[in-house]
């Protein structure tokens, strides 16, 4: 009775972890086919990559990179101030999205994903270090992420399409 309990059990997880691959390699593949589309090998008249997203995805994107902005703005004047609490806070602000972006993310190519989440980690970085760190060293880490900032605006555009469930 426990072997055949056993070996049930042993068929059964096999099962369950058959179809959940399937499911996961599944995904994977909508998740590549979802960036392929946004992310097709088209050079804007500029020389950039072209990234297609609904208006929608755009005035995200839009909205996100503002708030970049503008806490990098005040990140700049509270170092000048050494203001180590505005840094702090600003900065640990933006360590994390919204989670609101996660339909975009999986519309985006690998190398945007990749300046995103870095630039995003200069600003956990950023927060970590406000309390300690030389303002010489927190301004090194402000300008990193104007670097990230400067190659992704200067690899990518973002260029706007019909959204097709709006047919």
């Known amino acids: 009775m426990n072997k055949t309990l056993a070996v049930f059990g042993w068929i059964f997880f096999g099962l369950i972890m058959g179809v ?3 499911r996961f390699i599944s995904t994977h593949q909508e998740l590549d086919e979802l960036a392929t589309e946004t992310a097709r090998p088209e050079r804007t008249a500029d020389g950039r990559i072209a ?4 208006a929608e995805d755009r005035m995200h994107i839009s909205d996100e990179m503002l708030g970049f902005l503008q806490g990098l703005q005040t990140i700049s004047g509270a170092i000048a101030e050494e203001d180590r609490e505005t840094i702090r806070d600003a900065a640990g ?3 994390r999205g919204n989670g ?3 339909a975009v993310q999986l519309k985006s190519p690998e190398g945007f994903r990749v300046l995103g989440r870095s630039l ?5 970085t950023m927060s970590d270090m406000a309390m300690t760190a030389d303002m010489d060293e927190l301004q090194l880490v402000v300008s990193d992420a104007m670097g990230k900032c ?6 990518y555009k973002a260029v706007e399409v019909e959204d097709p469930a709006a047919d």
Do not use: E, I, P
């Open 93 to 95: 602000a933006l360590r």
């Open 51 to 54: 990234l297609y997203y609904t």
């Open 120 to 124: 995003r980690q200069d600003f956990g």
């Open 150 to 155: 400067v190659a992704c605006h200067g690899s």
């Open 20 to 22: 959940g691959l399937m």
């Open 100 to 102: 609101q972006g996660q």
